[in-house]
């Protein structure tokens, strides 16, 4: 094993994100790549945001998605003391100082900023507190922030594995908070914190950290800690090339979840946004993506995420996955539309393993999967209109469908060759091609012009229904006008 430790760390503050899902995802090929180990940690240090149900729900979605943590989940809530004797130590260190500027102070600085189009920066009116001040202000009960004091001159160098070195000059950044007045650390300072504590080896993360990355090294380095390797990966963007949000549709794992989207889709799909293997393969397992996966052949540009693309590898993973797996993932969905009742005895499993085999070949997710099912469990449906004007209405067609009827009702085996001889039998006897009958009975039993081969949907249904719909039909035609 190696000595590679990677990490995740979300926030609970909502469900886990395509783009935090693809974080997690590299963090886990890395560690796969390497032999090492895939932490996930928890960062609900924000009180007002940070929720349980939205933990419960990331581990949730990365179970779904098989990005299966070797340690954790960690959460810095439980380590709430750790961070504040850090930060005294800083402070007893001369590294870091007790801040007692008042909120309206802090605003009315960065509102002057804002006027002068200037970033904002604290101006380290508290760095040099004399003792009687400082005393002073303890004295009358002021809650103080803690700040950490940063080099006036010089640059931080970021050294990314992805990017190379990024370099950001300290006289734009300021002393910031490390520890809030209500006694929680802020993100850059429990970050480095906890990095360290962990043994993380890599920082794989969102290219939006970026920035903060000298933030987390100045505390690292103030701290005495040795500085991680840091790998920012690139955003996903919308295909219009704007962020990435809720207007462009499902954005979240459990959305794609429900809309039917297979984990292993999901997870080839994101394994390309942002890398790819060499050659020009794009199916390929975890597994694989992992033998393969290195930090220096991720893309420093931004991914652009792709529907279209994704839903059609959803289908390719609909179509090719083991039946046995793919009918497991489909029960969740055919229950909730009604057309089974779990648990299945085995009759019922064979006949859903069929419908599934059958109609997962035309099928992109699994909802739709279901829905373009239901005629396999529903002997009653609404005729789609447009084929009962063109089928139904033509001169006619009650008698063939009460032929063929009288015809399936002679049959007992039910193979797809079974019904493909008797229709030819019987467009002989009626003088019809066989192309004049199909679409018919396509109607007749499932209320579509469009489906699975129809000798096959024939054969799953078999003859008894077959028969009976048929002359379901003939009542709604007799019946119409
Ligand atoms: N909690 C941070 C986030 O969700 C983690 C960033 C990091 O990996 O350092 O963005």
New binding site residues.
């Given amino acids: 094993m190696s000595n590679v430790r990677v990490?995740?760390?979300?926030?609970p503050?909502g469900e886990l994100h395509i783009g935090?899902a693809r974080?997690a995802l590299f963090n886990l090929l890395y560690a796969r790549a390497t032999g090492g180990v895939f932490v996930l940690r928890i960062?609900d240090t924000d009180l007002e945001r940070s929720r349980p149900e939205f933990t419960t729900g990331l581990l949730e979605s990365l179970r779904w998605l098989g990005l299966d943590w070797d340690e954790g989940p960690y959460k810095q809530s439980e380590y709430l003391e750790g961070y504040r004797q850090e930060a005294e130590r800083l402070i007893a260190e001369g590294k870091a100082y007790y801040c007692y500027c008042s909120e309206e102070e802090l605003k009315a600085g960065r509102e002057e900023a804002r006027r002068r189009k200037k970033p904002y920066l604290y101006p380290e009116k508290c760095r040099d507190l004399t003792a009687d001040r400082l005393k002073r202000f303890q004295q009358e009960g002021r809650k103080p922030v803690i700040r950490l004091k940063i080099p006036r001159d010089g640059e931080t160098v970021v050294t990314d594995k992805i990017r190379g070195k990024v370099r950001f000059d300290n006289c734009n950044l300021d002393d910031f908070i490390i520890m809030k007045s209500n006694g929680l650390p802020t993100?850059n300072f429990a970050?480095v914190i906890d990095?360290e504590r962990m043994k993380i080896t890599h920082?794989?993360?969102?290219e939006?950290?970026l920035s903060?990355t000298p933030r987390?090294q100045l505390c690292a380095l103030a701290l005495g800690y040795s500085l991680p390797y840091y790998a920012h990966v690139p955003m996903i963007l919308a295909p219009d090339r704007s962020k990435l949000s809720k207007r462009h549709g499902a954005t979240s794992v459990e959305q794609f979840r429900q809309e039917g989207y297979l984990p292993e889709a999901l997870i080839n799909y994101m394994t390309l946004l942002g890398w790819a293997p060499e050659g020009d393969r794009e199916f390929f397992t975890m597994a694989e993506a992992a033998a393969q996966f290195r930090l220096d052949r991720v893309n420093k540009t931004a991914a652009v995420y792709d529907t279209a693309k994704l839903t059609w590898m959803n289908g390719h993973y609909l179509r090719e996955g083991a039946l046995d797996r793919i009918v497991a993932l489909a029960i969740p969905f055919f229950e909730a539309e009604g057309l089974v009742n779990p648990p299945l005895n085995s009759e019922q499993m064979g006949y859903l393993e069929q419908v599934v085999e059958l109609v997962r070949q035309r099928e992109k997710n699994l909802l739709d999967l279901t829905r373009a099912s239901s005629y396999f469990y529903n002997n009653h449906f609404d005729y789609d209109p447009k084929g009962v004007k063109k089928h139904f209405r033509r001169e006619g067609a009650g008698q063939i469908l009460r032929a063929l009827a009288a015809k399936m009702k002679t049959l007992s085996d039910p193979e797809p060759s079974t019904f493909s001889n008797a229709y030819k039998e019987i467009a002989k006897e009626l003088q019809l091609s066989i192309g004049k009958l199909m679409p018919l009975s396509r109607l007749a039993l499932s209320g579509r012009t469009m489906g699975p081969e129809l000798f096959d949907m024939m054969a799953v249904l078999g003859p008894e229904k077959v028969s009976a719909r048929f002359l379901q039909a003939v009542a709604y035609i007799d019946a119409g006008s």
């Fill in positions: 990490r995740f760390a979300p926030s503050t935090g974080t960062d993100y970050n990095d920082v794989i993360r969102a939006e950290h903060n987390q």
